[in-house]
């Protein structure tokens, strides 16, 4: 009786180990995967020549990159230094060459810009790569651009964050002296660099 009443509890203790999420909806799947404010989750790192071959679900909150982060967390890491390698170095976009000459003829040292992305979206997975490939072109400083994620609700867990009002991602936010002066707000009107032209010379 004693060994059926120990083979009993051991049971027990080894069901409670797992947290079932049958019966949840798909939202509140992903509410329960998803990090906790501030968090960054990085996915546990793949065995050499697995990455390539694994297809990463971007819809799945623990791949999310949320709050404050660096470049280098989206370039040098997986599972998105991929979509940003791809899209950094595809030829479907090469920005204007004079556009570029008339960008670095502008005065840019009060300058700075915030990035709004969320590395769930699909357009922020093509239009920031392809940002920063302006920007590697233009020669516009990298520690001058801030990165900010955000979740599928376009929240992020940073206390001046909605004040930027961010309806939609990627959304650039172009500083001078700290004071806005434009955005482009998911995809150009013409093209990444004409519209940052536009934006930097309403302050000329």
């Known amino acids: 009786m004693e060994k059926i009443a120990l083979l009993f509890i051991v049971l027990v203790l080894l069901t409670g180990c797992k947290s079932s999420k049958k019966g949840l909806s798909q939202e509140d799947q992903m509410t329960a995967n ?3 404010a501030g968090e960054v989750i990085q996915p546990a790192p793949s065995l050499p020549g697995e990455a390539s071959d694994h297809v990463w679900d ?19 890491r997986e599972p998105h230094m991929t979509w ?10 090469v920005p204007d060459t004079d556009i570029i000459e008339e960008l670095k003829a502008i005065a840019t040292d009060d300058l700075a810009i915030t ?20 920007v590697t072109e233009w020669g516009f400083p990298e520690e001058r651009i801030r990165f900010i994620g955000v979740d599928i609700n376009k929240v992020a867990p940073l206390g001046d964050y909605p004040a930027m009002g961010i309806e939609r991602v990627p959304t650039f936010i172009f500083y001078e002296n700290k004071i806005e002066t434009g955005r482009i707000i998911e995809v150009p009107v013409t093209s990444l660099e004409q519209d940052t032209r536009d934006i930097l010379k309403r302050k000329e």
């Open 34 to 36: 998803a990090p906790a």
């Open 58 to 76: 971007f819809r799945d909150a623990t791949t999310w990159l949320l709050g404050d982060m660096t470049l280098g967390q989206i370039r040098d």
């Open 84 to 93: 940003y390698e791809k899209e950094y170095n595809s030829t479907d976009y």
């Open 115 to 134: 990035i709004v992305l969320g590395t769930w979206c699909p357009d922020s997975r093509r239009e920031v790569p392809r940002f920063m490939k302006l």
